[in-house]
């Protein structure tokens, strides 16, 4: 059974950076396209960056040259680097499966950009 634990947010002023940790369990972790999603109050979960087992990273225009994407197969884990955060990137954070999200989301890690 997957399980996925994020980690690494925090309170950012705008323009800061975080690095974002997700460690998972219980899958061949290195056979996945593994995603980074955020939700904000009253909005919908949305997807911010994908990394397919290939290496393979996309990003929608809202992050694209700000965050980036890479994973460490031996380590199960796959990492956000966000840089020049803006308030509107402030949401919970999840990771999870890039292509078809399993029904399991771990907790999230909370990312807040204010000053």
């Known amino acids: 059974q997957v399980q996925l634990v994020e980690s690494g947010g925090g309170l950012v002023q705008p323009g800061g950076s975080l690095r974002l940790s997700c460690a998972a369990s219980?899958?061949?972790?290195?056979?996945?396209?593994m995603g980074w999603y955020r939700q904000a109050p009253g909005k919908q979960r949305e997807l911010v960056a994908l990394?397919?087992?290939?290496?393979?990273?996309n990003y929608p225009d809202s992050v694209k040259g700000r965050f980036t994407i890479s994973r460490d197969n031996a380590k199960n884990t796959v990492y956000l680097q966000m840089n020049s955060l803006k308030p509107e990137d402030t949401a919970v954070y999840y990771c999870?499966?890039?292509?078809?999200?399993?029904?399991?989301w771990g907790q999230g890690t909370q990312v807040t950009v204010s000053s």
């Open positions: 219980g899958i061949i972790f290195g056979i996945y396209t």
């Open positions: 990394i397919t087992n290939g290496g393979s990273t």
């Open positions: 999870n499966n890039g292509v078809a999200p399993w029904n399991y």
